[in-house]
């Protein structure tokens, strides 16, 4: 079974690990977040994530390898991915679905991540179930 959903994430804390202490980006920065995840309007669940800085390059360019669980009330799902971030902000964010809990213990798919603003991001979770 398919089904196809979107959520917001509302990030409400967040903490930048500047493991270097440069003050700019360098291999294995950590921003390590939290916050609510928002369905039609309504908060239906909550999510955290854990980005490392995995690969940089010159102009502004990184990496990001995230790892994310979002708890809804049907279960948690785990996903997992890694993205290019250029000067010009992220490119395309495709999370891997790698399991779940619940009635998600047979989860499969995929999510999109389609940042809106500093602290809120469209997620549309494609599972497969
Ligand atoms: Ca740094």
Request: glycine share 10%; proline share 4%.
């Amino acid at each position: 079974m398919e089904e196809v959903f979107e959520l917001v994430s509302s990030v409400t804390q967040s903490s930048f690990i500047d493991v270097d202490e440069s003050a700019a980006t360098s291999l294995g920065d950590e921003q390590v977040s939290s916050g609510d995840l928002i369905r039609d309007g309504v908060t239906v669940g909550d999510f955290g994530s854990i980005c490392t800085v995995t690969r940089t390059a010159p102009g502004d360019e990184y990496d990001l390898q995230c790892a994310v669980t979002l708890h809804l009330p049907e279960g948690r799902i785990t996903a997992e991915g890694r993205f290019t971030v250029t000067s010009v902000g992220p490119g395309p964010i495709t999370f891997a679905i790698t399991g779940g809990t619940a009635d998600y213990r047979t989860a499969q798919g995929f999510i999109t991540a389609d940042p809106v603003n500093e602290s809120e991001t469209n997620l549309t979770v494609n599972l497969i179930l």
